[in-house]
C-alpha cells in the first residue's frame, strides 16, 4: 500500500473513491471540493447535505456513485464533527477508521483523497498530511505473521490531492515523515506482538544487531560472562531462573557532525517473559506478560526512526534482555543482590524485577556522560490502576524536562501524565538488611517503583516512563488496533527531533 501527493485537481483524478471531508457545523467545502460538487450538478450539497440532512458527525460516513461526471466512481463524504473539537491527532483516528471502512467494505484499491482540514481548519499542510498518513498506516496495521490465511489489503494506492504546489511539497515531507514514524511503529509492534518462545533475548540481540548493519548503527551485545565482570549482578539474578542466556545491548546512533547538540540515552525494559518468578503470577496475569520486553521494542523502534531522520543528536539504546522464571536455579525472596552501583537489594517480591534489570542499565548510563536519560518500561500494574490503558506515566527529577516531554506527546498524539516521585517514599523501601527492598506496601506503586528506580542514576536530568498500560491494548484507541501500540516510539521521536 502506497501513500503518495499530487497537486491535481480533484475533479480530475481516476480513482475507485474520492474522500471529501465536511464539518458539522460549518458545511463549507473546499475550493476543490466544491469543484467537485459543481461537476456532480450539486449531488454534495444539495442533494446529500440538503436534502438527506448528511449530518457530518465526527466519524461518520456516505458513499455515493458519482455516475462518471468525474473520473473517480465513488465519492466518500467523511463527517468531520465540530471544527473547534477536530485537531490533527482527531483527523488521524478518523483516517484509521475510514481506511478500515474503504478497505474491508468497499473493496477500493485505488483511494484518492483531499487534505481534511487543511482549508477548513487551517491545519499546517505538512501537520495534516503527516496525520492522515499515520491514521492510514496505523489503522491497516495488522499482525497476521501466524495465521494461515493472510490479511492481505485490497487498498494498493491512496494519492492526496494537493491545490498548489506549496502545500504538494509540504505534504510530501509530511508523508515521509509519516512512513518513517510508522514504519518504526510497525516495528515494534511486531516485536511486542511476537510470541516469548520465538522473541528470546538472543534473538532480539540478533534482531537489533541485523537492523544496526542495515542502519549504519554501532552494535555491541553483552553476554553472562562479560556482564558478570560488569557487575550487572540485579540483572542477572532475574535471569537466572530460566534456561536462556540473559544479553545486554547498547545501539549507537552518531550524527554525521563532531560536536552533537546533545546526546541522549534510551533504555528499555526487555523481560522477554514475566511469569513473576517465585512469586509467580496468576494464570490471567501471565497471559500477556510477553508483552514486557515492550520498552526494548519501542527504543529500538525509536532508533531506527531517528537513523532515518538523522538529527544532530546522539541517540543510544540499552536494553538488559531475559526471562523471569521460577526454577531450581531462580533468585528467590530474601536474597540479598549488590546491584552494579554498590548499593544491595533485598529481594521482597520476584514480580518486581524490571526494576531490578533497570538499576543495573542506569548505572550503566551514568558512566556515557549524556544530557538526559529516559528509560520506559512495562513496570507497574499500579500504573494501569492509575492512568488506565490510554494514558502513559511519566515521573522523574527534572519537571522542566517532563513538561517538555508531555507536550511532545500531546504533539505526537499521545497522552502522558506526571505521577509524582517524593523522596521520602524511599521508606517505603526499607529493609532490615539490605540497603533497601525492590518493592513497598501496595500503595502508591507506580511512583515507588520509580523511587527505586532513581536510586541508581546521577543523572539531573532523569525521566521514567510507565507504559505498562499503554504498550498493548485489548480495546481499540484512537488510531490504534488493539494489541501492541507502538505507542512513544513517536513522542519521543518527536522528542528528539525537537533538541
Ligand atoms: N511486568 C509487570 C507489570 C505489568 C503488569 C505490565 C501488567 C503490564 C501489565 C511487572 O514486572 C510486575 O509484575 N510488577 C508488579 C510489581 C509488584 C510486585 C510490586 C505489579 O505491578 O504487580
Ligand atoms: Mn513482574
Ligand atoms: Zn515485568
Known amino acids: 500500500m502506497d501513500i503518495s501527493v499530487k497537486n491535481q485537481e480533484l475533479t480530475g483524478i481516476l480513482s475507485n473513491v474520492l474522500v471529501i471531508g465536511i464539518f458539522e457545523d460549518d458545511k463549507t467545502l473546499s475550493s476543490g471540493a466544491k469543484r467537485v460538487d459543481e461537476a456532480l450538478l450539486g449531488l454534495i450539497s444539495e442533494q446529500i447535505i440538503k436534502k438527506e440532512g448528511f ?26 464533527g465540530k471544527k473547534k473539537e477536530f485537531d490533527t491527532s482527531k483527523l488521524c483516528e478518523l483516517m484509521s477508521k475510514l481506511i478500515k471502512q474503504l478497505d474491508k467494505t468497499l473493496g477500493a484499491k485505488n483511494i484518492s483523497c483531499e487534505l481534511i482540514g487543511h482549508q ?27 495465521k494461515t490465511k493472510k490479511n492481505i ?9 494537493t491545490e498548489n504546489t506549496k502545500d504538494e511539497k509540504a505534504a510530501k515531507a509530511g508523508v515521509n515523515t509519516a ?7 510497525d516495528f515494534t509492534k511486531d516485536l511486542i506482538n511476537e510470541p516469548a518462545q520465538n522473541a528470546t533475548p538472543e534473538e532480539i540481540a540478533q534482531i537489533a544487531k541485523n537492523m544496526s ?8 551485545v553483552y553476554n553472562k560472562k562479560q556482564l558478570q565482570q560488569m557487575n550487572f549482578n540485579a540483572f542477572l539474578a ?17 550524527p554525521a557532525s563532531k560536536k552533537p547538540k546533545k546526546k541522549i540515552v534510551l533504555i528499555g525494559k526487555g523481560i522477554t517473559f514475566d511469569s513473576g518468578g517465585l512469586d509467580i503470577k496468576p494464570a490471567n496475569s501471565m497471559l500477556t506478560m510477553k508483552t514486557d ?7 529500538l523502534g525509536v532508533i531506527q526512526a531517528i537513523a532515518a531522520l538523522k538529527p544532530d543528536v546522539e541517540v543510544l539504546a540499552l536494553s538488559a534482555l531475559c526471562e523471569n522464571m521460577p526454577s531450581g536455579m531462580s533468585y528467590k525472596q530474601g536474597d540479598v543482590l549488590v546491584a552494579k552501583n554498590g548499593k544491595t537489594i533485598e529481594v521482597d517480591n520476584t514480580d518486581a524485577e524490571g526494576r531490578l534489570t533497570l538499576a543495573d542499565v542506569l548505572t550503566y548510563a551514568d558512566e556515557l556522560d549524556a544530557d538526559e536519560v529516559i528509560d520506559i518500561a512495562t513496570l507497574t500494574g499500579a500504573c494501569i490502576v492509575a492512568l488506565g490503558q490510554n494514558i502513559t506515566g511519566i515521573m522523574g527529577n527534572n519537571p522542566e524536562m517532563i513538561k517538555r516531554i508531555i507536550k511532545t506527546g500531546a504533539q505526537s498524539g499521545e497522552t502522558l501524565w506526571e505521577l509524582p516521585i517524593f523522596d521520602d517514599m524511599q521508606e517505603m523501601l526499607k529493609s532490615d538488611i539490605a540497603d533497601m527492598r525492590n518493592t513497598g506496601s501496595r500503595f502508591a506503586g507506580a511512583s515507588v517503583a520509580g523511587r527505586f528506580l532513581q536510586n541508581f542514576t546521577k543523572s539531573k536530568n532523569w525521566a521514567h516512563l510507565d507504559i505498562a498500560g499503554t504498550a498493548f491494548i485489548d480495546k481499540p484507541y484512537k488510531e490504534l488496533n488493539k494489541g501492541a501500540t507502538g505507542v512513544m516510539v513517536r513522542t519521543l521521536t518527536n522528542y528528539i527531533m525537537s533538541m
Open 179 to 185: 512512513k518513517i514514524l510508522c514504519s518504526a511503529m
Open 238 to 254: 532475574v535471569g537466572q531462573g530460566s534456561g536462556r542466556e540473559p544479553k545486554f545491548i547498547h545501539l549507537t546512533y552518531k
Open 213 to 220: 548493519e542495515d542502519l549504519g548503527l554501532t552494535f555491541k
Open 55 to 80: 449530518k457530518a458527525k465526527f466519524g461518520d460516513s456516505v458513499v455515493v456513485p458519482t455516475n462518471l461526471k468525474i473520473p473517480s466512481d465513488k465519492i466518500m463524504l467523511a463527517g468531520l
Open 120 to 146: 477548513g481548519a487551517n491545519f499546517d499542510a505538512q501537520k495534516c498530511a503527516e496525520a492522515m498518513s499515520i491514521g492510514i498506516l496505523a489503522g491497516m496495521y495488522d499482525f497476521d505473521k501466524y
Open 153 to 161: 489489503p485490497q487498498i494498493k494506492k491512496i494519492r492526496i490531492a
Open 293 to 299: 520486553m515492550s520498552g526494548c521494542a519501542t527504543v
